[in-house]
Each structure stands twice: as C-alpha cells, then as structure tokens.
C-alpha cells in the first residue's frame, strides 16, 4: 500500500554562529547618541519666553483684549496642557542634573563648567518652571516626576508640598552659586554668569515668599528675609532678560502673533488706568488708535461679532516697541522685587514699616519707567501724587497691586497669580462667560485634558482634594 | 534670511533568516503543512535579537470521501496554528538626543519625547484558525467560513503615557492583547447559461479585540488623537476602540443640561462609545450577456462611531446648512435675539425647567466648538463603490491583428452612498482616517480630519491584450 503519496522537507540549515552580531547596524546615524550638556541648557531656556508671553493669564487679568478671537477671554478653555513642559525642558534640565552627578558621566561634561555649578542653574531653571506650573495648576506631579521608565504615573503633590520643595532647591542653588567661581557654557539667558544666576534664584525665593503670605506667613516672613540677606536682583541692570534673536526660531513671540493677524490690543482698564494717570508707560505698551491719535482700550469680553464690529482703527493694540524681533522677554525685574519689599515692608516682614513701605512703592515705579525707557523726574514728581497713585494709609495692599499690575504687562502669569492674590485691581469678569466662572475670573488652569485617561487613579485623588477639576478652584495660596 | 531648515535621514535594518518547510499529502484528501524559521534582527537588543516561529497546517478535503453525488462538489475543512514573530523599526533601541533650532551658534539638543527601550524582545503573535470551505451544486453555490483567534504578546508598542514622567510616548513590550474574529465569504451563481452568466460575491466579517494587560502600572493605552476631538483608546480589560472626550451634561432623565446663560453645560473624558463597527463587508454582482460584462461593487458597515472634524467647523464657522434657516419661532435664526432671531439650545436648566434663553446663532454655534459628542455619527453606511459596463471586442474584427483581446468598459466609482446619520454632513464615513500606530491587524476608520471629499469619477477603460 503505498499512502504517502509525496513528502519533501526542505530541512533546516544549521545557524552560523555570526547570525545575531549586526556590529553598528542599529546606531542610529541620524541623532547623536551622546550630549553635551550645553546644548542641553540652551534647549532647556529657549522654553522661558513661551511661558512668560503666553496670552491666557493677560487675558484674565484684563491687561490684553483681543479684537478678533475672544472666546479665550471669554473663559473658553478650561483644560491646559503643560505636557511640552515636563517632557521640554523639565526633562531636559533634569538630564543635566542626571549626567552631571554619576560619576562616571560627569567627567565628560566638565568642559561646559564644573558639576555643582552645572546642578545649580539646572536647578534654578527647573525651580522656574516648576513655579509656574503649581501656580497656575496647583497641585502638580513633582517629587514623582520626571523619572521616566521608574514612574509612567507621577502622583500629584500637594501645593505646599511643591513650594516647599521649591523653597529647599532655589537656597540649595543659590548657596551652591555662592561659594564657587567660574562660568558656564549653553547659558543663552544669563551669559554664564554664576553671580546672575544666584540672584535669579534669591529673587525667585523671594517671589514666592511673599505668594505664601496668605497661608504660611511665617514660612513666608522666614524665606522672605533668606532670600533678601543671600541677595536679590538690586537694579535694573540685574534684571533677569531673554534677549530674543532676529531669526524666526528665536524671534519674540508677540512680533509673531501680529505677522499674520491683528488681534491683540490693550485692554480698557489697563489703558484707562494709565491714561487716567498720565501714565508715560501707555506710549510703550500701546500703539494710539489710528483714527483717534489717542490711546483707546479694547473693551474686554465682548463675543466676537461686537469685537469685530469694531474698526481696527479704534483701538490701540500691543506696542510697537515690545513687538519687534528682537524685543526682549523680562523674566524677573528689579521692579517686581521692590514692590515685594513694599508689600513685606507693610506686612512687618521687614524692617521699615509705613515709610519703607512707601519708599520702595515709589522706587518700584521709578524702576519699571527706567525699564521701559520712560523716565523723567518732573512727570514722576507729578505722577507720584495722583489720586489713583499717591500713598495712601489704609490702602497700601491696593495700590502696590494696582502698580504691580501694570508693571507687569509683558508678565502675564506672574500678573495673574499676583492678582489672584492679592485681588487687586478690582476687575469686571467677562459679560459673556462662554463656561461660567463661580469666582468670576478664572483663577486656576485645569489639568490636562489626557489625565484622567493616561493617569487615572492619581488624578482621580487629587480630584478628591480639590474638589472638581475647574478653572474657579483656587490654589492653595489664593485664600479669597 | 534665516538659517535655512535642511535634514535628511538615513535607516538601516537587517534581518537574517533560516527557513524549513514541508508538506505532507495523503491520497488527495489529507494535507499537513509545516514551516519554521528563526530571524535575526538588527533591531532589536543585541542579547535579545533573535526569534524562532513555527507553523503548522492540516487539511481535509472530505468530499473525497463522499459517496459521488449532484449536491456536494466539495467540501474542505481547515485547521491552522502559526507564530509571527516580529522586530521593531530601525533605531529605536539605543537613547538619542534630539537636535533642535540653534540659538545664534549655540546648537540645542534635547532628550526626546519618546523613550526608546534597550530591553525590548521580540513581540510574538499566535493565531489558531479553523475554516470550512465547501462548494455545492457543481459550484454554483459556495461558501467559505473563517473563524480566528490570536494571541499577540509582547507587542512592541508606541506607549502614549503621561509627560509628567518626562516623556510623552515610551517604547515598550505591552503584555497581551487578544483578537477573535470571523468572516464568511459566499460564491453564487444564481443563473449560468450559454449566454448568459450572473455571478455573486458576497463578504461579511466581524472582529473584536482586547487588551488583556498592558505595562506594570499601565490600564488605558491612548491609541490616537483626533483635530479638537476625541481620543481613540484601549483599556486594559475592554475592547479597543473606545472614543473618550467631550459630553453633554444630563440630568436623570437623559436632557442635556444648559446653564443659566443658555449654555449646553458639559464634561470632559467621557465614554463616547465604541468606533468598532458590528459587522463590515462587501458584494460583487457580475453579469455576463454574449461579451458584455456588467459588475457592481457594493461595501457596507453596520454599527461603529467616528467623529467629524469638518462638521464642527462648518457649524462653528457659520459655513454649514444648519446655521442658516429659520428658528423654533419661525424668526431666521441668524436674526438677533432682540428681534426674535438667535438658538435656542435643545436642553433644561438644572432644576428641570425648559431653557428659554436664546443665542445669539454665531455665539450658539460656536458653543459647540470641542463639544465632541455633538459631532459623532454613526459611521453605518451602504455604498455602491463601482459599476462597470464593458464590451469584449473581437480584435480581428476591427482590424487589429496584432492584439488577442479588446476590452472597453465605462467605469464609474463613488456612484451611490447611503450614511445612516450622516445626511446633511457630506461626509463618507468609508473614508475616515485610520489610527494609525500598531494596528496590529484592527484598522478602521474613526475620524474625519477636514480631507476633501472623495469625488465622482466616470471614465471609460480601455484594455487590449497580445
């Protein structure tokens, strides 16, 4: 019987040894393998002018208004990203960090300037966009973020939490900065210098002291005075300045924003302030409105069809000056720190009281026409006296805001968390909410949109803790 | 003048292989078929980089054994078990460093945001597959059943996780999805004569997928982003395919709640429901009359969601045919509300009160931005794909003695759609975009970017043959 009609095996051939040694194959040949970590540092601060000139907390604060698309203004979104953040240069600082404490890599990066050095302004910059984050989310993924493969699910830290971590690394930084010399490379912000950078770090500490001073005043009172004794920012030649570069990848980004539309103008209350004033501050932060010859505000939160019903002519939109190329992005100013010195001295935080309080008030001011380029002493001498600007006992808190708040025009997130503190200037919130706003004007960015789906069960506990994920649920910081 | 952008790329890849295979035949009724191979790939972890698969198959033609007969002419059943073993893309192993814009002659490297993996393995897909085949009626009538099952561990998968780690997307091995499915496929011949034939194709097939685990830690897998929609995700434990995002807010009875300004009030990453459809499918009608040929295309889907981006622009920019008519008061809606005009949302306050207050319409229409619910559809469809009427000419004939056929035939494609729900959004639901990172296998249409519509096309076809 013959059952097996065909059968053929094509066997096997025995493997050769070499089968699974390729040598180079898988390097890639398109991206380096290997860094050097200045190139990490410039990558990491080129994201500080998309923070600071952001649209959204100017919006809120009613310092921009735009004269197109006003459904931001309006309080349309209620989920932000801050993905590009930790994935941008968080994690690009925190490679800096990384390679420059094993031992075995550090060696390699000794040329862009010594270890601790290196750790210290990583720090620094990190600490600055950590800020900014907590202040404008609150609780926030920290001490389990930014470790990769360890922890795909960063639980969110409590706000204080973060402060007080930020509090530990800035005079970890600074202290660092302090006692060591010499310079580094990639610094495309402070020029490598050290002794710039410790006062960035101090002024930072200080900043945030004095955000504290509605919950924790003595950690506040106790941080303030640290970061004062181990130096501040003391001129305006020590402000901390993104200068911005003519190409497009590094051109400032509000000269981007008119390139291709006219929409962002100034806002009414800011510019009925300053010209109720006689504010010289209006000739840079607006242009006139073409067919008046006068600085007009943009009325805030009106829909779309009522802001396009207005000529373009009528308004006065962001200032020439600050949207040039080349205008630089100022991240912490001499300004800012004496009108916190102003605001501890009334506080009793530092020495002083009512008329160093008063004094640095006035220097403040004097400090931000001199950073604007507008400074003339009899127009000062003038100014100072105004009703809505003189000294008044009582209404000190009011009026360093006020003047805070104009200072701050180009600032907008410091302006918001500045304002949600210290509620001042009285604003309008929008009439025409497109998502109501229990508080009015929206005091917290929600998280992003991708939480609940990629980090399900830490988001579900911060949510127990704050409550709803909204834009009116404010920071631990903002009491009222 | 700026720094001019200019990048280019090179990927090498190699794969070694050692392949065997054999067959084995008994009396033209019994068939076992086997195969093995081992690959060696450059792409993966040098100490990991190889992999071994086999594959076996059996075969019997049972109507061999069948006694002769007029009903049965064949009858085949099947069983099969294969391994796939696979690798990865080139370069995606080893950490890299991103190069970004220079700042003036300051280069930027960054850490990339995907994280590249330097213990992946090999992934590795098994699939038990029966059928049955069977042909009655001297072929007129057949019909070929399919039911499969896989098994795809390991999968080398580009993992959307929270940036919060410091990386948006990380290279991993996912541990176990799981796949079944079936499709049946049938052969008419409802009318064969001498002149005249007509021959029938029909397909069905439907499938479903599941995640059975993924990475330690790891429960929802994001498997792609739609414009200013939903996300298309896979959970640990469900089906794949679920759209999350925006909803309207309801009260008990299921109303859409409004605000106290008019306001649809909603919620963010809610179950949408799932894009995958219950069934999908086609049929093919040729006719033959004495050289004429007449062949009609047909596809269809049953069930599934996709959502549409053009849609919500449409009605956001005031461009769409819903945004212009007449209100619930008769008053043009595009009128103001002070003078009767506007929208009114189809909702209840809170408290269970009828809304009253009307919208301005652009105000209305644009309050719907980003409200995803409001823009998925049933993707349901029935779609006449292709009709062509064509001639077998006689080359001889005409004179052209060089060629041995002529064929000419009108073809016309995209002839006659039927969307479920999709009247009035102009929008092919045939032709949404897939999803496109490690289909492994499931890809299907779910959103609509803002693509042109595919067109009409009538045209005549000419072949000729030597």
Not at chain 1, 8 to 27: E, Q
Not at chain 1, 374 to 398: H, P, R
Not at chain 2, 71 to 85: D, E, I, L, M, N
């Amino acid at each position: 019987m013959k059952l097996i009609k065909y059968f053929s095996v094509i066997t096997l051939v025995l493997a050769f040894s070499a089968c699974d040694d390729f040598g180079d194959v898988n390097v890639d040949p398109n991206n380096p393998s290997n860094v050097s970590t200045d190139a990490l540092l410039t990558a990491a601060l080129r994201n500080i002018p998309g923070i600071i000139s952001q649209t959204q907390p100017g919006e809120y604060v009613q310092l921009y208004s735009q004269k197109q698309y006003t459904a931001s203004s309006n309080y349309q979104d209620i989920n932000f990203s801050y993905d590009g953040l930790y994935a941008g240069p968080l994690t690009d600082l925190q490679e800096i960090i990384r390679l420059n404490s094993d031992p075995e890599l550090a060696g390699a990066q000794l040329k862009n300037g010594s270890l601790e050095n290196q750790i210290a302004v990583a720090q620094t910059a990190q600490s600055y966009f950590f800020l900014f984050i907590t202040d404008s989310w609150g609780n926030i993924p920290y001490s389990q973020a930014l470790k990769g493969r360890e922890n795909f699910r960063p639980a969110f830290d409590d706000q204080q939490a973060v402060y007080n971590g930020l509090f530990n690394t800035l005079t970890e930084a600074s202290s660092a900065l302090a006692s060591s010399s010499g310079t580094i490379t990639g610094d495309i912000l402070l020029d490598g210098d050290l002794n710039s950078w410790r006062l960035f770090a101090n002024s930072l500490r200080m900043v945030m002291a004095l955000r504290i001073s509605d919950v924790d005043a003595n950690k506040g009172k106790a941080e303030f005075n640290a970061a004062l004794s181990a130096g501040v920012i003391s001129s305006n030649d020590e402000n901390i300045v993104y200068k911005h570069l003519t190409d497009e990848d590094n051109d400032n980004l509000w000269e981007d924003r008119f390139e291709t539309r006219r929409d962002w103008a100034v806002a009414k209350p800011l510019v009925d302030y300053l010209n109720e004033t006689d504010d010289p501050r209006v000739t840079v932060y607006a242009d006139p409105a073409l067919s008046k010859s006068a600085y007009v505000g943009m009325p805030y939160g009106l829909t779309e069809a009522e802001a396009g019903s207005i000529p373009n002519n009528d308004v006065s939109f962001f200032g020439n000056s600050l949207r040039q190329k080349d205008s630089p992005t100022y991240v912490v100013t001499y300004s800012q720190i004496l009108f916190s010195l102003a605001e501890a001295a009334h506080l009793g935080w530092i020495s002083g009281g009512a008329a160093a309080a008063e004094q640095y008030y006035k220097d403040a001011i004097k400090a931000s026409w001199e950073q604007w380029g507008v400074f003339d002493q009899a127009k000062f001498d003038t100014f100072i006296l105004k009703d809505a600007v003189k000294w008044v006992s009582g209404e000190e808190i009011k009026r360093i805001h006020q003047q805070k708040w104009v200072s701050l025009f180009t600032n907008g997130p410091e302006a918001w968390a500045e304002w949600r503190r210290s509620d001042y200037p009285v604003l309008t919130p929008s009439p025409n909410p497109i998502n109501p706003v229990s508080t009015g004007i929206p005091v917290r960015y929600g998280y992003p949109i991708t939480e609940p789906t990629l980090n399900g069960d830490n988001y579900n506990a911060v949510l127990e803790k704050i409550g709803r994920d909204n834009i009116d649920v404010r920071v631990w910081w903002d009491v009222k | 003048m700026d720094r001019p952008n200019v990048s280019q790329q090179t990927f090498s890849k190699e794969v070694r292989s050692v392949y065997g295979r054999g067959s084995l035949g008994f009396n033209d009724f019994a068939y076992l078929d086997f195969s093995i191979r081992n690959d060696w790939s450059s792409a993966l972890p040098a100490n990991d980089n190889s992999y071994l698969y086999p594959m076996i198959g059996a075969s019997f033609v049972f109507s061999e054994l069948l006694p002769a007969n007029k009903v049965v002419s064949f009858g085949k059943v099947r069983y099969s078990y294969a391994q796939v073993g696979s690798d990865l893309d080139a370069h995606q192993i080893n950490p890299i460093y991103s190069a970004g814009a220079f700042y003036g002659a300051n280069a930027t490297l960054s850490v990339p945001n995907t994280l590249r993996n330097e213990n992946l393995v090999p992934q590795l897909t098994s699939t038990h597959e029966v059928g049955l085949e069977m042909k009655f009626l001297r072929n007129r009538i057949g019909f070929d059943l399919t039911y499969y099952t896989d098994v795809n561990e390991n999968q080398i998968l580009q993992l959307t996780v929270p940036a919060t780690s410091g990386y948006s997307v990380a290279i991993i091995n996912a541990g176990k999805i799981t796949r079944e499915g079936v499709e049946l496929q049938l052969n008419l011949t409802p009318v064969k004569t001498r002149d005249f034939n007509w021959d029938l194709t029909f397909n069905w097939a439907a499938n479903t997928s599941k995640v059975e685990e993924l990475a330690d830690g790891l429960d929802n897998r994001q498997l792609g982003t739609s414009p200013f929609g939903p996300t298309l995700n896979a959970k640990v434990g469900e089906e794949w395919g679920t759209l999350i995002g925006r909803a309207f807010r309801r009260d008990e009875n299921g109303n859409r709640l409004v605000g106290a300004n008019g306001r649809f009030l909603f919620d963010n990453n809610v179950n949408l429901g799932s894009v995958l459809p219950d069934y999908t499918g086609g049929m093919i009608n040729t006719f033959n009359f004495k050289g004429v040929q007449l062949r009609a295309a047909l596809d269809y889907q049953k069930g599934g969601l996709f959502y549409s981006t053009s849609s919500m622009f449409n009605s956001y920019s005031g461009l769409g045919i819903q945004t212009v008519g007449l209100n619930d008061k008769g008053v043009p809606k595009r009128d103001p509300v002070s003078a009767g005009g506007g929208v009114k949302a189809d909702g209840v306050f809170q408290g269970g009160e009828p809304n009253n207050v009307y919208l301005e319409a652009d105000a209305y229409y644009k309050s719907l931005f980003r409200l995803s619910e409001n823009w998925i559809y049933d993707a349901s469809f029935l779609k006449l794909r292709e009709v062509s009427l064509g001639y077998n000419f006689n080359p001889k004939k005409l004179g052209l003695g060089f060629a041995t056929k002529l064929n000419i035939a009108l073809v016309g494609r995209n002839l006659l759609f039927f969307g479920k729900d999709t009247k009035g959004i102009g929008f092919d639901p045939s032709e949404a975009e897939n999803f496109d990172p490690n289909t492994g296998g499931n890809s299907i249409g779910w959103f609509e970017g803002g693509q042109l519509p595919q067109t009409r096309a009538i045209g005549f076809n000419i072949s000729l043959g030597f």
